[in-house]
Every structure is written in C-alpha cells, then in structure tokens.
C-alpha cells in the first residue's frame, strides 16, 4: 500500500510540475513528461486486475460512471503522450515537422488530463482519505470535521477561480486563450491553482458517485 501512495503521489507532483511549461522549459518539461510515463506505466501495472474484470460483473450507475471517468483519463493520456512525442524538440528530436494543430492537441489533451486527474482521484477519495489523515496522525473530531468543510470550500471556490483564470474551457475546446494577466503568477500560485482545479474536479466525481449510490 506504501508503495501505491508513494506512486500515485509522485505521478501527482510530476503531473504539477510539468504543467507549469514557463518554470520547467521545454527540457524539463519533456524529461518530466517521460518520468510521468514511466510512473504511470507502474501505476497501471498494478492496477491490471481492473481492465482484467471489465469483461465481468454488473455494469451498475456507478460502475458506468468509473468506468468512463478512466477512459477519458486513459484516451487523454495516450494522445498526450503521442502527441508530444512527435513535437518533441529535446528528448526526441528526430522527426519530420509536425503541423501546428498537433502542438494544439496536445495541449488540448493535456487540460482534459487535468479535469479527468482530478475525476479520477475523486473517484478513490474513499481509500485516499484515511491514508492521509493516518500519517497526518489524525484523529476523528467535531473540527476535524468542520475544518474539511472549509477546506472543501476553499478547494471548490479556488478551482472555480483559477479554472477562469488559466482559461481551461478554451484550452480545451482548442480556441485561442486572450485575457487579462492574472493576479496570481509565478510557479508557487501555477502549482496551487492547478492543484485546486483537480480538487474541484475529484469534489465533483466523488459527490456525484455519493448521489448515484443513493439512487
Ligand atoms: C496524477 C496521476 C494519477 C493519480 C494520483 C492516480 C491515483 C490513483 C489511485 C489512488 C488509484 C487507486 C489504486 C492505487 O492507489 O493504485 C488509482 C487507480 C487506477 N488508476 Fe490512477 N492515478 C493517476 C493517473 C492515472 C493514469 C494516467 C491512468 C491511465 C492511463 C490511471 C489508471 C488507473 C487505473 C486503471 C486504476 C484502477 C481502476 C480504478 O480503480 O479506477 N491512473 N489511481
Ligand atoms: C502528462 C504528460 C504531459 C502533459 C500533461 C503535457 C501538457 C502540455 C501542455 C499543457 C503544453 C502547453 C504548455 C504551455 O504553452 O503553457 C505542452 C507543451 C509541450 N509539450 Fe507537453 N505534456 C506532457 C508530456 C510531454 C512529453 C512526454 C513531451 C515530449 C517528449 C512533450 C512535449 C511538449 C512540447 C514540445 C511542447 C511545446 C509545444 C509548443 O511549442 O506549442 N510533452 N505540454
């Protein structure tokens, strides 16, 4: 289980990092690009045992809900990695030019990675949670309570507002993004606010599994 959190931790900071394009430049860009790879390689490898049983069981709401929350995940960051492979300039160098809009796909797929990361981690917010309040040597309390309230706010209120504010809507749809110069710049507000928006994200696939298992 150790070994899963340090993982999944790691593809989450390397997924951070790389994002951040001005900070890291093209290099370290690319070479996180490929950790990200390898780690999400071993993710995946030790997650076989869900693509295994697809074929089997009962496709119940929920099951369905997971189910296309990992594709989306899944086709992002294959088309991510393809399609950054063949505009490398550092890493792999060694091919033709590529058209303009291949460089839009791919930063298209990587903000659909974005949104789908943090649906993905709303999905398993259930496991993740008391991971992390055990080593936060948590205990369960009235605040304990009233302190996750306000942090889901924070997280929700944050996400809705840096979502705006990295123009994420016209990312995805691949239009040109033109806007005021944000309030928050530098690589310490590019790394929070993309961390709320996943939080708003895994907030809205955890609720939303929350409300089908009700139904
Ligand atoms: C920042 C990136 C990611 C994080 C933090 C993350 C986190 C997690 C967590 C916490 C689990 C539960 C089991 C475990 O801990 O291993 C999980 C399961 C899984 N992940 Fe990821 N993941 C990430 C990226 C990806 C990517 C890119 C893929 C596929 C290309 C993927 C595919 C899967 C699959 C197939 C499962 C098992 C099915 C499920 O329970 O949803 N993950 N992930
Ligand atoms: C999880 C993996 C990755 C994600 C989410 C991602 C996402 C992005 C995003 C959002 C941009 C636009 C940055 C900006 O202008 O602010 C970008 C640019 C770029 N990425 Fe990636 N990337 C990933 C992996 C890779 C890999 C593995 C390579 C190549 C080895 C790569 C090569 C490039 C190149 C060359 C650019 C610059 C394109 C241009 O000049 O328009 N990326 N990437």
């Known amino acids: 289980m150790k070994k899963r959190m340090l993982i999944d931790t790691a593809m989450l900071l390397t997924f951070l990092l790389l994002l951040d394009y001005r900070f890291v430049h093209n290099k370290g860009h690319e070479i996180l690009g490929i950790l990200f790879l390898v780690l999400a390689l071993i993710h995946n490898r030790w997650n076989l045992s869900w693509y295994r049983s697809l074929l089997r069981g009962k496709w119940t709401k929920q099951r369905l809900f997971s189910f296309l929350v ?28 590529m058209s303009f809009r291949i460089n839009g796909l791919h930063q298209a797929a990587g903000f659909f ?28 309390s009235k605040v304990l309570t009233w302190g996750n ?20 809507a016209s990312h995805l749809l691949m239009l040109s993004a033109r806007g005021t110069r944000s309030l928050f710049s530098g690589p310490g507000w590019f790394l929070y606010g993309h961390l709320m928006i996943i939080g708003l994200y895994a907030a809205v696939s955890y609720y939303g599994q929350k409300l089908l298992q009700r139904r």
């Open 70 to 97: 990992n594709l989306v995940l899944i086709v992002s960051f294959l088309t991510v990695m393809v399609t950054g492979l063949s505009i490398s300039m550092t890493v792999f160098p060694f091919h033709p030019h």
């Open 149 to 168: 309230r306000m942090l889901l706010l924070i997280i929700v209120s944050s996400g809705i507002y840096f979502s705006f504010d990295y123009h994420v």
């Open 113 to 140: 990675m974005l949104l789908s990361v943090g649906l993905h981690l709303g999905l398993h917010w259930n496991a993740i949670l008391p991971r992390l309040q055990r080593s936060l040597s948590l205990k369960k």
